[in-house]
Nanobody, 130 residues
């Protein structure tokens, strides 16, 4: 059974940093893509970043490039999202998701909507304050 659990959210001041973790089980990292997406209150889903297990290629949504870094620890079944220079508009519930299709597939066919991946777990709230 595929399971994902995001954690590490919290309250942080604008310009600060925060790290999220996603522990996964039920699949091998090399066979899947794992992504982060977010949803702000009253808004739609927004893809944040994605890593394809086979190639370790990582993608970022334009608004987070240079500020967010996604990394993986396949031995520990964990992926991370390090967020820095946080902005008020980064406030959202952050989710991790996984799918057997590649990040490229979701980039090309779902317009970077990583929330359309088959598996995702409960999210973690990130609130950026002024």
């Amino acid at each position: 059974e595929v399971q994902l659990q995001a954690s590490g959210g919290g309250l942080v001041q604008r310009g600060g940093s925060l790290g999220l973790s996603c522990v996964y089980s039920g699949f091998a990292f090399d066979d899947y893509s794992i992504a982060w997406f977010r949803q702000a209150q009253g808004k739609g889903r927004e893809g944040v970043s994605c890593i394809t297990g086979t190639s370790r290629t990582t993608y970022y949504q334009d608004s987070v490039k240079g500020r967010f870094t996604m990394s993986s620890d396949s031995a520990g079944n964990t992926v991370y999202l390090h967020m820095s220079s946080l902005k008020l508009e980064d406030t959202a519930v952050y989710y991790c998701a996984a799918d057997q299709a590649s990040c490229d597939y979701f980039n090309d066919h779902h317009d970077y909507d990583y929330g359309s991946m088959y598996y995702w777990g409960k999210g973690t709230q990130v609130t950026v304050s002024s």
